[in-house]
């Protein structure tokens, strides 16, 4: 079966623009979740969206948000985008939450660069 | 805050030796898993351990998991190019939060 994919691969935006990104999961699985890995912080968690509802939410600004429609596809923004912000983020998905020991499918990840 | 630490941040050594990584905690996970991420991937995972004590092996890999549940262990042995590659450890401090991942090990095997 098809893997998690992320659209788009790559994006460079500048300070103060706005970006979505977007995560398929893989078929049957409720569970997306975000996280933003850099090299000095590692990987640190977002938010994660089960059944369209947000159960988790990490330790970042407002300026991040999410979303998961019906069909269990999920969008992250990023708003007043910041230099700090540069990072790859990756989208996770499973079928039981996060933090239930289930197998976690991630996704390739979005490189964004913000000039 | 829980955090997990992981040891060595870096390492590199040439195919056929043997080496190990740790992934540490002042706080009991109720289990902990182990993710390798390529270049340019997502990480994949390789390993969950639940049980205090438990030992899981994956072909020429050893995974550990500590008696307390504070801790983990990944041993590999005879090294091969394939194996480089950041490894990844993470757990759940509760049922239901969210995962928390190490920092990680970046692992070079040379041929």
């Known amino acids: 079966k098809a893997g998690v994919t992320q659209t788009p691969r790559y994006l460079i935006k500048t300070r103060g623009q706005q970006v979505t990104l977007s995560c398929s999961p893989i078929s049957g699985h409720r569970s997306v979740s975000w996280y933003q890995q850099t090299p000095g912080q590692g990987l640190q968690f977002l938010f994660e969206?089960?059944?369209?509802?947000?159960?988790n939410k990490g330790n970042f600004p407002g300026r991040f948000s999410g979303r998961q429609f019906s069909n269990s596809r999920s969008e992250m923004n990023v708003s007043t985008l910041e230099l700090g912000d540069s990072a790859l983020y990756l989208c996770?998905?499973?079928?039981?939450?996060?933090?239930?020991?289930?197998?976690?499918?991630f996704g390739p990840g979005t490189r964004l660069t913000v000039l | 805050t829980q955090l997990l630490e992981q040891s060595p941040q870096f390492l590199s050594i040439q195919e056929g030796e043997n080496l190990t990584v740790y992934c540490n905690s002042s706080s009991v996970f109720s289990s902990l898993q182990w993710y390798r991420q390529e270049p340019g991937e997502g990480p994949v995972l390789l390993v969950t351990?639940?049980?205090?004590?438990e030992v899981k092996k994956l072909k020429r890999l050893t995974f550990q998991f500590g008696d307390a549940r504070k801790d983990s262990s990944l041993h590999i042995t005879a090294a091969q190019p394939g194996d480089t590659g950041l490894y990844l450890c993470a757990g759940a401090p509760q049922a239901g939060t969210a995962l928390i991942f190490g920092k990680g090990t970046t692992l070079s095997v040379s041929s």
């Open positions: 351990v639940v049980t205090g004590g």
């Open positions: 996770a998905s499973s079928l039981v939450t996060s933090g239930e020991s289930g197998e976690q499918f």
């Open positions: 969206y089960f059944s369209e509802t947000q159960r």
